[in-house]
């Protein structure tokens, strides 16, 4: 980062700069889109993911995390007040989850649209089953030059 006394001495040179903007760095759309983390793409985390019946400490560090599990998925009113935390106007610290969530990865980490962007996926959000990999093809490579990745073809999904 550019420290102050850097900068100011970047600006007393004025053959080489004419002005320093400030950016803000932000989340690159990582999920939950609220909350200013030091998280990456390659290093996220870490992530509790919630499990039907279990029951966490609502933070004003994790309600962020959490709160799209509360109030879609699982149909609460959700609401932060000054003296605390309300979930169907009542007040709490404590929430008990009513579903098993899943984190979704992609396999091509970089170009991948998975949890790390969308989040928490209820069950009922999961239809269906894998059965097999049907084709799989790396996209820095050309046709004839291994973009088809043959040993991943037509293999079994466990």
Same mark, same amino acid.
């Given at each position: 980062?550019?420290? =102050?006394?850097?900068?100011?001495?970047?600006?007393? +040179?004025?053959?080489?700069?004419?002005? *320093?903007?400030?950016?803000?760095?932000? @989340?690159?759309?990582?999920?939950?889109?609220?909350?200013?983390?030091?998280?990456?793409?390659?290093?996220?985390?870490?992530?509790?993911?919630?499990?039907?019946?279990?029951?966490?400490?609502?933070?004003?560090?994790?309600?962020?995390?959490?709160?799209?599990? *509360?109030?879609?998925?699982?149909? @609460?009113?959700?609401?932060?007040?000054?003296?605390? *935390?309300?979930? @169907?106007?009542?007040?709490?610290?404590?929430?008990?989850?009513?579903?098993?969530?899943?984190?979704?990865?992609?396999?091509?980490?970089?170009?991948?649209?998975?949890?790390?962007?969308?989040?928490?996926?209820?069950?009922?959000?999961?239809?269906?089953?894998? *059965?097999?990999?049907?084709?799989?093809?790396?996209?820095?490579?050309?046709?004839?030059?291994?973009?088809?990745?043959?040993? +991943?073809?037509? =293999?079994?999904?466990?």
């Amino acid at each position: 980062p550019l420290t =102050k006394k850097a900068h100011d001495a970047l600006l007393g +040179r004025k053959d080489l700069v004419t002005a *320093i903007s400030v950016i803000e760095l932000g @989340n690159d759309g990582l999920y939950p889109p609220n909350l200013h983390t030091n998280w990456t793409v390659d290093n996220y985390g870490p992530v509790w993911i919630p499990a039907k019946g279990t029951t966490i400490t609502l933070t004003a560090d994790n309600l962020p995390v959490y709160e799209r599990c *509360i109030r879609a998925y699982e149909k @609460n009113t959700l609401e932060r007040k000054s003296d605390g *935390i309300y979930i @169907n106007d009542e007040k709490t610290d404590t929430y008990t989850f009513k579903m098993d969530y899943y984190w979704m990865m992609g396999d091509n980490r970089h170009n991948s649209a998975d949890s790390r962007y969308w989040g928490f996926v209820p069950e009922d959000h999961v239809v269906g089953k894998p *059965i097999l990999v049907w084709l799989s093809l790396d996209k820095d490579r050309g046709w004839f030059n291994g973009k088809i990745r043959w040993g +991943r073809l037509f =293999k079994w999904a466990d």
